[in-house]
């Protein structure tokens, strides 16, 4: 059975930083892309940030770009959001994802993830 368990998630304070984990078993990990996304009350799920099998490339959303990095440990088959200047906004549950396809911008969209994480929350107080 594919797994994906993230961790992480917790309250902070807004300009504050935090590292969210996913580790995955069930599958070949270095064969798939590795994302992150997030839905936040009311709204839509959006795509995050996203890493290709190699971890050589990245993807950031707009609203993220220079507070978030992606990465990924294949020996340990872990994908990593380390998110800096934490804002209000980011508040929303997050959730991991893996893309057989691995193009490193699949969170640009959501329609060719395989697997999905049941989610960490985030919640940012100002």
């Known amino acids: 059975q594919v797994q994906l368990l993230e961790s992480g998630g917790k309250m902070v304070q807004a300009g504050g930083s935090l590292r969210l984990s996913c580790t995955v078993s069930?599958?070949?990990?270095?064969?798939?892309?590795m994302g992150w996304f997030r839905q936040a009350p009311g709204k839509e799920r959006e795509g995050v940030s996203c890493i290709g099998w190699r971890g050589g490339m990245t993807h950031h959303s707009s609203s993220v770009k220079g507070r978030f990095t992606i990465s990924r440990d294949n020996a340990a088959k872990t994908v990593y959001l380390e998110m800096s200047d934490v804002r209000p906004e980011d508040t929303a549950m997050y959730y991991c994802?893996?893309?057989?396809?691995?193009?490193?911008?699949?969170?640009?969209?959501?329609?060719?993830?395989?697997?999905w994480g049941q989610g960490t929350e985030v919640t940012v107080s100002s």
């Open positions: 994802a893996a893309d057989g396809y691995g193009r490193f911008d699949f969170c640009e969209q959501s329609s060719t993830v395989d697997y």
């Open positions: 069930g599958l070949t990990f270095d064969d798939y892309a």
